[in-house]
């Protein structure tokens, strides 16, 4: 949307195929209805890996003060928690209806309901001919085209990878596609008699014996496995070493404040002060998950009977609070905030998005190989990258802003 506005706001004639009978659906179920549209803290290292160069480049065109002021503009007044931007009304609705409302200001035409079949270029005329999939198939003519079709993780409609379809058939390189900012689905679940507890943890993610990333935030347990920010977070690598037939595990850190020794020392003075174990840990951590560890620990069958054993024992109290091992099955596409992969970003001019393998085509949003944290990174990479593809997908055909 924010690509054919910013095409529109030119003079460029625009048209627009949704696959949905409505514009920008995902966007309402984004930051939980609230929509967290953009964050202060945008740097590139909150994106992934090898693009950080490029994503720059195409950022500072369009970064998030000039996102806050462009939906200010639109009538949508933002309201900052922290370094994370909202809508101040708290309604994904108001950001996508902004984007709606001015689409229609422009005349923007939306053709709804229909599919792309095919993006063939002519030559000797120097056109796109789009055959959009009608019966008489009448076959849409255009200079040059903008793909901003999102990635394919998520149950909400139109994240079928479509894009990756018609850019592979363009001759792009397709990164490999994977789910992030998703649950993660464990082999054998100890935990899940803890199910519905949130508590702190550190999640270290381990990817052929070799620690790869560590994250801090809140986890919840899930009957399946874990969830929430924290390890949305370390999702993405787990689900490209599966893909990738790795090695992989994670090590839970449940009291990611103390040190091992100094966790131990807390635990031994309470018992030595004549507290019982279970209290001591149900001083720390949630009573379900506390009872997990217990039964882990085969607590209530031991017989501690010397300062030795106690010592032993305190070893595998502490490993099993601060060094929680599980194996990850899977990572939940379903649910998945974003796709990591996509089309290869060394295949695409770092200032316009134009491709270098088809000139006239730009890619934009998702479809493209940059994704990044929870925080609203991923909507602002969308809107950066649509308002570069919309100036320069405009600029090539004669328009100028
Ligand atoms: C539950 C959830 C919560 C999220 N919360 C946040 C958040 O708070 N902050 C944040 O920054 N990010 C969030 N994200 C991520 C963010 O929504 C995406 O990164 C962003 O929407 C990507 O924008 P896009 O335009 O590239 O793709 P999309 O938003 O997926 O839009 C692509 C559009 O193209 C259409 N389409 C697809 N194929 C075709 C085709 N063949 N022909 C015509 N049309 C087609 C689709 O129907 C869709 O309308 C969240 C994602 C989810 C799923």
């Known amino acids: 949307m924010i690509a054919a506005i910013t095409a529109a706001k030119t003079g460029a004639s625009v048209l627009v195929f949704e696959t949905n009978s409505d514009l920008g659906h995902k966007i309402l179920a984004t930051g939980n209805g609230k929509c967290n549209f ?11 890996d090898y693009n950080y160069d490029f994503f720059e480049s195409i950022y500072c065109q369009f970064d998030h003060k000039k996102t806050i ?25 108001s950001i996508r209806n902004s984007l709606v409302n001015e689409l229609n200001r422009l005349n923007v035409d939306v053709i709804f309901e229909r599919k792309i079949k095919d ?76 199910s519905g507890v949130r508590c702190k943890c550190k999640i270290d993610t381990f990817i052929n014996n070799k620690l790869k990333e560590s ?7 899930t009957t399946e496995g874990i969830s929430g920010i924290v390890v949305f977070q370390s999702s993405r690598e787990i689900a490209k070493a599966i893909n990738r037939k790795l090695d992989n595990y994670l090590v839970l850190d449940f009291i990611p404040e103390y040190s091992k020794i100094d966790l131990k020392n807390i635990i031994e003075d309470k018992i030595n002060l004549g507290f019982d174990l279970s ?30 054993e106690l010592s032993l024992f305190l070893e595998n109290v502490i490993s099993i609070l601060k060094e929680y091992k599980v194996i990850p099955s899977s990572v939940d596409k379903d649910i998945a905030q974003v796709t990591t ?17 088809m000139p006239g085509i ?40």
């Not at 002021?69 to 009304?89: H, M, S």
């Open 279 to 308: 209290d001591v840990l149900k001083g720390l951590l949630p009573n379900k998950l506390s009872d997990v560890f217990l039964k882990e620990l085969n607590y209530y069958n031991k017989n501690i009977s010397n300062n030795e």
């Open 119 to 194: 993006i063939t270029y002519d030559e000797k005329d120097s056109i796109f001919i789009i055959d959009n999939n009608i019966k008489n198939r009448e076959a849409v003519i255009c200079k040059a085209i903008i793909i901003a079709t999102g990635g394919n993780v998520s149950k909400i409609p139109g994240s079928n990878g479509d894009g990756f379809y018609y850019a592979s058939k363009l001759g792009h390189n397709i990164i490999q596609p994977n789910p992030a900012l998703s649950k993660i689905i464990l082999k054998d679940n100890k935990l899940k008699s803890a």
């Open 362 to 401: 730009y890619f934009a949003g998702e479809v493209v190989d940059v994704d990044g944290i929870c925080g609203g990174y991923n909507l602002q990479w969308a809107w950066s990258s649509g308002y570069v593809a919309g100036l320069h997908a405009a600029k090539s055909i004669g328009f100028n802003d």
């Open 215 to 221: 994250h801090n935030g809140e986890l919840q347990i």
């Open 69 to 93: 002021e462009f939906f200010k503009q639109l009538g949508v007044w933002p309201d900052a928690k922290g370094d994370l931007y909202y809508p101040r009304n708290m309604e994904a609705s």
């Open 38 to 48: 953009t964050n202060s803290d945008i740097n590139a290292k909150a994106y992934h």
């Open 341 to 357: 992969g996509g089309v290869d970003v060394t295949e695409l001019d770092c200032n316009t998005l134009e491709s270098k393998i």
